[in-house]
């Protein structure tokens, strides 16, 4: 059995040798309750902390119970996946709950298996291992992390981290992208990732590299005005540090590629 929470919360298994099928809890606390226990995979998740992820500060007298309830219904949602009792994969602990899975069995520890061997060759100069490696733990999102659960205070600290992590490994990706020449290839997304991140100031920098490589020299430049227009109004601030140094390139007509890249290493 398998969990994915990068995009909508799916539980994915097969018995008896059948296809694989994807099954989800339809209530809207169910979910919740699965949610939690895979992102804490093989830890024990205490009953007031689920407590706390469904109701607030604000439980019903029957919380205890309840809670009960819905993981009885999971195991029965879930059995049909499973190859082994279900009761040994959502299992009781004292004062709790436990998913027992391999890390692998969900896709945000793949995702994070992938993304540290892509970083760890990106910073190792195996720049097309590294492409590899960071675009493949990309592709498993399948949309926003948990996008179908409704997160309590909790979850929402999950999700938070987990669309960072995601954010920092797509900088990654474009990072080795731009090094192995695919700037052409690249221009629309990193459009649409500036207008989406208005005040991101490393992709609006790699924009600019991209634009500058594909000799769109004053486009390059209007990027960085945008951006500086948006950090004075939305901030007070003004563009700094590696973004500045790639304006300052583009001014001067340098190189701005790999030697360029490197300075946003330091």
């Not at 606390?29 to 699965?34: I, R």
């Not at 609006?204 to 004075?232: I, K, N, S, T």
Request: proline share 5%.
């Amino acid at each position: 059995m398998q969990v994915t929470v990068l995009g909508p919360l799916t539980a994915i298994g097969s018995s008896a040798g059948a296809a694989p099928v994807g099954v989800a809890p339809s209530a809207t606390k169910p979910k919740q309750v699965l949610a939690l226990l895979a992102l804490r995979v093989n830890t024990v998740v205490s009953t007031p902390r689920l407590i706390d992820e469904l109701w607030g500060t604000r439980p019903p007298k029957s919380a205890v119970v309840t809670l009960q309830t819905y993981v009885l219904r999971l195991r029965r949602l879930l059995t049909p996946l499973a190859d082994v009792p279900i009761r040994s994969i959502l299992t009781t602990a004292t004062g709790g709950y436990s998913l027992c899975l391999e890390p692998t069995q969900i896709d945000y520890e793949r995702f994070r298996q992938r993304a540290s061997l892509g970083a760890d060759a990106l910073a190792g100069g195996d720049v097309a291992r590294a492409a590899a490696l960071l675009h493949s733990a990309l592709s498993l999102w399948r949309g926003p992390a948990l996008a179908d659960v409704r997160v309590g205070r909790l979850l929402e600290t999950h999700v938070t981290t987990m669309e960072q992590e995601r954010l920092s490994v797509l900088e990654q990706r474009v990072d080795a992208d731009l090094r192995l020449g695919r700037h052409l290839g690249m221009l629309g997304e990193l459009a649409g990732l500036t207008r989406e991140l208005p005040l991101h100031e490393n992709l609006h920098a790699q924009y600019m590299v991209a634009l500058y490589q594909a000799g769109r020299r004053y486009q390059a430049l209007e990027v960085f005005r945008q951006l500086r227009c948006a950090l004075a109004e939305e901030l007070g601030l003004s563009p700094t540090g590696w973004v500045e140094r790639v304006h300052q390139a583009i001014l001067a007509s340098d190189e701005v590629g790999s030697p360029l890249l490197e300075l946003n290493r330091r």
